[in-house]
């Protein structure tokens, strides 16, 4: 986390010596030399925090550079600031800059002083970090995996932990996994991938399947290489070349121990092209580039054989199962009833759980949701408990937070998911520890986290990607890892909501508590950190602990505070006071997240939050904007979605960095045609040129409005209600420029049956399939619309993007069935009529909708 600062940090101050040079001065020699610091330790960093839990004085030095780090951006923010941004030109502008200069010359000098100090510091600190280089042997130039801890090279015993209970729900998958192994007679190589997260018993299912007497009779040369995170590969094919040749009742060559990575792979070669059907199985694959290194010793003509691997990563196995026979096998946790079962076999060696106990009990076994190795270490330390005393499990199951930070068998669980942790690369832990922010079960947003990781910067742009695709591949990543859970999709390939196992939560949770990176207060009586509260989030409260909340507050500064986050509920915690309180002392503020508060209108404070780049007042009772919002000018994100906004006011096109606008209100959930109450904006929206998202605009004004729209060349989801049909001519010309438009939701004027017509089947060149310049057809994936059709618009039949299409209200006659103009469109998933159709019979031909799976 420290190098992923020191990088954030280091590319700041690059910005800022191009951007800001002129105006640092005297500064740009000392800013310069902190930035040079810095880069000289950020390589050592990324290799001592692997370190770090074995050496106390390395952790320490590790924070200093993190709070460092965090100090530099603050003095950043402040220059940026206090002297940033003011640009005046002629003799009017000279006279300005120099009453200006005049009066921030206490400013100045105290910025400067602060530079002064931290220069200090980071020379400090870069001396530890050459005496630690040479101290721990620590090459600054290394920086692979393989300089990791042995430590952390646990041992595969630990994984093997179910053992020491009676397997339960092992027989289905064992049996099926024999299957796959022993199916087909042909003389191909399978290879068999079982992906999962940490704890599952991967490694245990796999070793079971391994030593079945079935597999040992049609495999009898067989070998089991555990590779781990660290892998040493000419010691793993030294292993592997010791287990083949005795299996082989063959002596060992003599002189292994002398060759290179291509001799051992050629030995491990012609032992297997002679040696007749074999097994072999790789356990703990960690990366892509081992199974591409040890694929090229396996030989050329194939027998039957079978290789399996156990992985915690999807595209570790679907790159090794590239053939139509390899299989992918997903390992999925516990049933609700083999938990149970292997919970009580643990406790009470397979006796009853007594009645007094089983509230408390089934609470434990909701925290372990299904992870074997969870189950068997809390069975274990429940085990060692006096079953007559409630309060002894009670206490258990309040502090397994603790207990995972502690020692003995749950310190070994927090160690095997830790794992996954450490093997991230440094700009997606933040990401994880982000998670910190949500309360235990809660089901998160994808889009919303996707967002909050921009506004925050743990984003690195990328060229020719826009900054939420990159962010979008970080999650990929990490649901690749299985340390995020899709629960649910919104359309075709796109996440929906997400969740993190419960024992995963609470490791990072400890992670971020070690990290300073987030501090969750309910407002019940807490220790706040000794460090700077730079991200804060608020889950929920009572009355009377808001009291002695205050009685603390007194005490705590939040001038470092960056975040602001509530999630999830109404929070008594939030007085006027607090609010106000919190927002006058935060100027650095970037993130602030009031949605569902009882917040009636926006605190005046907020306009004072110069750095905010994210506000998202949803769900609250606000009815307007004030003018004030034009000074917000690094505002990326503004959401007053389901609030009484109907307006916005022209100050709102000062915004220029805003790439994402939602204003919309609720309609009444009882009405038949549910949807959402747009905004009326300016008649020069058009000039919010990095606009992305637009929900929703009311283009009930005319013409103008939707002309404007067309100048959003930057739109991706585009919602727009109250269209009246003389200006659907118009929208379609719009929308002809609108080249990266992902989403489309359009709505009529009307109500029902009383909808007006949307008619945008007017002829535009580049609305036709011929039209060889880029257009929306070849972007568009979400298709929305609610209103009468006189018929299909001739566009449709080319989005051979479009993965879903809603209609509602579109009253389409019987003689023209709908179903023609799109049955051929080849990714098209999910369809949705609502009142579309007046006819009794839709015909589905054959060779159409290849795709659809919901209807």
Not at 567 to 588: D, I, M, Y
Not at 622 to 641: C, S
Request: net charge neutral; aromatic share 8%; proline share 3%.
């Amino acid at each position: 986390m420290a190098e992923t600062v020191v990088s954030f940090v280091s590319n700041r101050l690059a910005t800022l010596l191009q951007e800001e040079g002129s105006l640092l001065g005297g500064l740009r020699q000392e800013v310069q030399l902190i930035k040079d610091e810095l880069g000289h330790m950020k390589a050592f960093l990324k290799v001592a925090e692997a370190k770090e839990d074995d050496d106390p004085r390395l952790q320490e030095w590790i924070k200093q550079v993190r709070e460092a780090a965090y100090d530099i951006e603050d003095v950043l923010d402040e220059f940026v600031l206090r002297f940033a941004g003011y640009r005046h030109h002629g003799f009017y502008g000279s006279l300005q800059r120099i009453l200006k200069a005049i009066k921030s010359l206490p400013a100045r000098h105290q910025v400067a002083s602060e530079i002064q100090s931290i220069k200090s510091r980071i020379k400090n600190i870069s001396e530890g970090c050459r005496r630690y280089q040479v101290e721990f042997g620590i090459d600054h130039r290394v920086t692979g995996s393989s300089t990791m801890n042995d430590s952390w090279r646990y041992s595969r015993d630990d994984a093997l932990l179910v053992e020491e209970a009676k397997l339960v729900g092992i027989d289905q998958p064992k049996q099926h996994l024999i299957s796959k192994l022993l199916e087909g007679h042909d003389h191909q190589l399978k290879v068999i991938s079982v992906v999962g997260m940490a704890g599952l018993g991967k490694t245990t299912l796999v070793k079971k399947v391994h030593e079945d007497p079935d597999v040992r009779k049609n495999f009898p040369v067989r070998a089991w290489v555990t590779v781990s995170q660290t892998c040493d590969f000419p010691k793993l094919l030294r292993d592997l070349i010791r287990q083949l040749y005795e299996e082989g009742k063959e002596p060992v060559p003599q002189s292994i121990e002398s060759k290179t990575i291509a001799e051992l792979k050629k030995i491990v070669k012609d032992f297997l092209q002679k040696a007749g059907r074999y097994a072999i199985v790789f356990d703990d694959v960690w990366n892509v580039e081992f199974w591409n290194a040890i694929k090229f010793a396996r030989p050329e003509g194939n027998y039957g054989n079978r290789v399996m691997l156990t992985t915690r990563k999807a595209d570790v196995a679907s790159a090794s199962c590239t053939e139509s026979q390899d299989y992918v096998y997903r390992m999925e946790p516990l049933s609700i009833e083999d938990s149970w079962t292997l919970f009580c076999n643990k406790i009470f060696k397979g006796n009853y759980c007594p009645a007094h106990l089983m509230d408390v009990a089934k609470a434990v076994l909701d925290k372990c949701d299904g992870l074997p190795l969870a189950i068997l270490a809390i069975g274990g330390l429940l085990a060692s408990k006096d079953a007559s005393r409630i309060d002894e499990w009670e206490m258990i199951q309040q502090s397994l937070g603790g207990e995972l930070e502690g020692t003995g068998k749950l310190e070994r669980v927090k160690r095997i998911l830790s794992l996954s942790y450490n093997d991230l690369p440094s700009h997606l832990k933040p990401c994880l520890l982000y998670l910190s922010i949500y309360p235990e079960d809660d089901l998160i947003a994808c889009q919303t986290l996707i967002l909050l990781w921009t506004a925050e910067r743990f984003v690195e742009w990328r060229e020719g990607m826009s900054i939420e695709d990159v962010a979008w591949r970080y999650f990929s990543e990490l649901v690749n890892r299985n340390l995020i859970q899709v629960t649910e999709m919104l359309y075709e390939g796109t996440p929906y909501t997400c969740r993190i196992h419960d024992l995963m939560r609470e490791v990072i949770l400890i992670k971020s508590r070690e990290q300073n990176m987030v501090t969750v207060t309910t407002g019940q009586p807490m220790t706040w950190p000794s460090e700077k509260v730079r991200r804060l989030a608020i889950h929920s409260s009572s009355n009377s602990s808001n009291i002695q909340y205050h009685q603390q507050r007194q005490f705590y500064s939040f001038e470092h505070l960056r975040s602001f986050i509530t999630v999830r509920s109404t929070n008594p915690l939030l007085s006027k006071t607090f609010l106000a309180e919190v927002l006058r002392s935060s100027k650095l503020l970037k993130v602030l997240e009031l949605g569902g508060q009882e917040i009636e209108k926006t605190p005046n404070e907020v306009f004072n939050l110069l750095h905010l780049t994210y506000l998202s007042l949803y769900g609250t009772k606000v009815e307007r904007v004030p003018r004030a919002i034009g000074k917000l000018q690094h505002l990326e994100y503004l959401n007053l979605g389901d609030t009484g906004v109907r307006e916005l006011p022209v100050e709102i096109l000062k915004l220029q960095k805003l790439r994402h606008l939602i204003v919309l209100q609720r309609v009444d959930p009882s009405d038949s045609d549910y949807g959402f109450h747009g905004f009326k904006g300016p008649s020069k929206l058009g000039g919010l040129l990095a606009l992305q998202t637009l929900n929703t605009v009311d283009a009930s004004s005319g013409s103008v409005i939707v002309k404007e729209i067309g100048k959003l060349t930057q739109l991706r989801e585009l919602y727009i209600t109250q269209l009246r049909r003389e200006d659907g001519k118009e929208l379609c010309s719009s929308l002809v420029n609108l080249t990266s438009l992902r989403l489309l939701s359009v709505k009529s004027i009307g109500k029902g049956d009383d909808h007006e017509i949307i008619d945008l089947n007017h002829h535009h060149p580049s609305l036709s399939p011929s039209s060889s310049s880029c257009s929306f057809l070849h972007s568009l994936r979400v298709l929305i619309m609610r209103g009468r059709l006189e018929k299909m618009p001739q566009w449709v039949a080319h989005l051979h993007s479009l993965v879903r299409l809603d209609l509602k209200w579109s009253g389409l006659r019987a003689e023209k069935d709908p179903l023609e103009s799109f049955q051929h469109l080849p990714n098209l998933g999910e369809i949705t009529f609502c009142g579309s159709y007046q006819g009794e019979r839709l015909s589905f031909k054959a060779g159409g909708f290849l795709k659809l799976k919901q209807l």
